[in-house]
C-alpha cells in the first residue's frame, strides 16, 4: 500500500452537532443569562435540528465531489477495502460515481458511520468507524481508473 497523505475531511455526526451547541450558546448568551432560555433548551434543540445536518451533508457531499473531480476525470474507481465489518474482511471493486454522494453509496455500509478522508497517492483512503468496526480498522482505498479499464473489469 502506499503512503497515506494529509487528512483531507471527515465526517462525524457527534462532532458537527457539538459544534452547532458551542456556536448557539455562544450566540445566545445574554438570553440564558437573562434567563429567557436555558443551556439544556439549547443542546435540546441542536440535537433536534435535522436542518444542521442536512445543511453539513450537503456542503461536505459538494466538497468532496470537488476533490473527486481533480483526482478522477473519469468517474471510475477501483477499491481495495481492509478489515470490512466484524470479520475484518479483504477485497475489491470497481465502481463509477459521479458525485460524493454515489461514491459513499457504492462504499460504505448503510449504517451511521463516522469516517475520515485522506489523500493516498492520485487517490483517496478512507478510515470508516461504524457499530462492526468501532476502533476504525476498516479501510478503502480508493485509486482513479481509466473508463477503458473499468469496463474491463467490472
Excluded at 41 to 52: L, Q
Excluded at 133 to 146: H, Q, R
Amino acid at each position: 500500500m502506499s503512503k497515506i497523505g494529509k487528512l483531507i475531511m471527515e465526517w462525524d455526526e457527534c462532532k458537527i452537532i457539538e459544534d452547532e451547541i458551542k456556536f448557539q450558546l455562544e450566540e445566545s448568551k445574554e438570553e440564558i443569562e437573562m434567563g429567557e432560555t436555558t443551556e439544556e433548551s439549547i443542546r435540546n434543540s441542536a440535537y433536534n435540528d435535522s436542518y444542521v445536518m442536512e445543511i453539513n451533508l450537503n456542503s461536505f457531499i459538494e466538497d468532496l465531489t470537488t476533490i473527486m473531480n481533480k483526482k478522477c476525470k473519469t468517474n471510475c474507481w477501483k477499491v481495495e477495502i481492509s478489515n470490512f465489518g466484524w470479520k475484518n474482511q479483504n477485497g475489491n471493486k470497481v465502481f463509477k460515481a459521479d458525485d460524493a454522494r454515489e461514491l459513499i453509496n457504492n462504499l460504505l455500509p448503510n449504517t451511521p458511520c463516522t469516517y475520515k478522508i485522506y489523500n493516498y497517492s492520485n487517490g483517496l483512503a478512507i478510515q470508516n468507524f461504524h457499530h462492526d468496526s468501532p476502533t476504525g480498522n476498516e479501510w478503502y482505498y480508493l485509486k482513479p481508473i481509466a473508463e477503458s479499464t473499468y469496463e474491463k473489469m467490472r
